[in-house]
C-alpha cells in the first residue's frame, strides 16, 4: 500500500507525484515509510553483512529486506520529500541496507546496475537531510569522515603550498580486506571507475552529495582520479572540457608516425646529396688535371 501510495502507477506508467497531494496524506505516507526503513535489518533473520554467499532471494522474495529496497526504489522519483522526514536513528539502517543491495549486486556486471536507484535515492537524503548525511559518511568512510582541525593546522603550518596541494590531492589508501572480500568503501570508490555508466554515475553523485557537493572533501575523501569524472560533468571550474583539452592518444600516434617518416625522408635525402658529392670530386680532380697539362 506505501508503494503504491508513493508512485500511484497504472499499467507501469508514473501517472501522479506525491508531492501533488494534500500535506497530511504526503506525512502519513511517507512518517510509514520511515518507520519500515528505520527498522532494523536484522530482524530479517537471514540477514547478513559479512556473509560471502549471495542472498539474492532476501532482495527478491517478498519480506522486510525486499519491501525497504523498493521503498527505496520508487523513492527516488520523491527522494527529497523523504530525505529530510528520515531520523538520525534512521541512518545505521540505510547504511545496512545499502551496504547488503551493494555487496549481493556486485558480483555480476548485469546485476550491478541495479544499485543505481538507491544511489539515486541516497543521493537526495544527503541533499536534505544533514543528520543523516553525516551518520552514512561515518558508516562508509569511518575516521577519515572528519578532519581533526588541530591536527590540520599544525599540518599546514608546517607544510608549504605545493606540499599541501600534493597531499589534498594524494587518494585515500583503500581498506585492507582479505581475498574475495570487499568493503562498502572500497567497492563505491573503485564503481567511481566502472565500465558501466549507469553505476559510476549514480555511485559518484551520491558521493559528491555525501561529501556536501564539496570538490576537496571528495578528492580528500575518494581522490582526484576517482572524483574527476563527476566533477567534469558538473561543469566545476578547472575541469570544464577537461575531456576535450586532453591530449588525444590517436593523434600523438599519427604526429610521432609523420616525424618518423619525415626523419626517414630527410636521412635519405642526406645520403643522396653526400653519394652526389663523392662522385662529383672525382671528375674536379680530373678537370683539375686536364687543365695543368693544358
Known amino acids: 500500500r506505501i508503494l503504491f501510495n508513493f508512485t500511484l502507477v497504472e499499467t507501469n506508467v508514473l501517472k501522479f507525484k506525491l508531492d ?3 500535506a497530511d496524506y504526503q506525512r502519513k505516507v511517507v512518517g510509514r515509510a520511515v518507520a519500515l526503513l528505520t527498522i532494523p535489518c536484522e530482524y530479517e533473520p537471514e540477514f547478513d553483512l559479512y556473509c560471502n554467499a549471495k542472498l539474492e532471494y532476501l532482495c527478491e522474495t517478498p519480506g522486510l529486506i525486499s519491501i525497504k529496497l523498493k521503498i527505496c526504489n520508487v523513492a527516488l522519483y520523491d ?3 523523504l530525505g529530510m522526514n528520515l531520523k538520525p536513528e534512521s541512518a545505521d539502517s540505510i547504511c545496512k541496507l545499502m551496504e547488503f543491495y551493494c555487496m549481493q ?5 548485469d546485476t550491478q546496475p541495479q544499485i543505481a536507484a538507491m544511489m539515486m535515492f541516497l543521493k537526495h537524503v544527503c541533499r536534505y537531510n544533514g543528520k543523516v548525511r553525516a551518520g552514512i559518511k561515518q558508516y562508509i568512510f569511518k575516521d577519515d569522515a572528519e578532519i581533526n582541525s588541530d591536527d590540520s593546522e599544525s599540518e599546514e603550518e608546517e607544510l608549504d603550498p605545493i606540499e599541501a596541494r600534493n597531499k589534498q ?3 585515500k589508501h583503500l581498506d585492507k580486506v582479505k581475498d574475495g572480500e570487499e568493503s562498502i568503501k572500497n567497492l563505491l570508490i573503485k564503481h567511481c571507475t566502472s565500465v558501466n555508466y549507469n553505476v559510476k554515475r549514480t555511485v559518484a553523485e551520491f558521493l559528491f552529495a555525501l561529501c556536501g557537493e564539496d570538490q576537496k572533501e571528495m578528492t580528500r575523501l575518494c581522490g ?3 572524483s574527476i569524472a563527476i566533477f567534469m560533468e558538473k561543469g566545476i571550474p578547472g575541469f570544464v572540457n577537461a575531456a576535450d583539452q ?15 617518416k619525415k626523419e ?19 671528375n674536379d680532380s680530373n678537370n683539375n688535371n686536364n687543365n695543368n697539362d693544358n
Do not use: C, W
Open 20 to 22: 501533488t497531494f494534500p
Open 79 to 81: 527522494g527529497d520529500i
Open 105 to 109: 549486486t556486485r558480483h555480476s556486471y
Open 169 to 171: 590531492m594524494k587518494p
Open 224 to 226: 582526484l582520479g576517482n
Open 246 to 260: 586532453g591530449m588525444d592518444l590517436s593523434q600523438m600516434a599519427k604526429m610521432k608516425r609523420a616525424k618518423e
Open 264 to 282: 626517414q625522408t630527410e636521412q635519405k635525402e642526406s645520403k643522396g646529396v653526400d653519394k652526389q658529392t663523392k662522385q662529383n670530386k672525382p
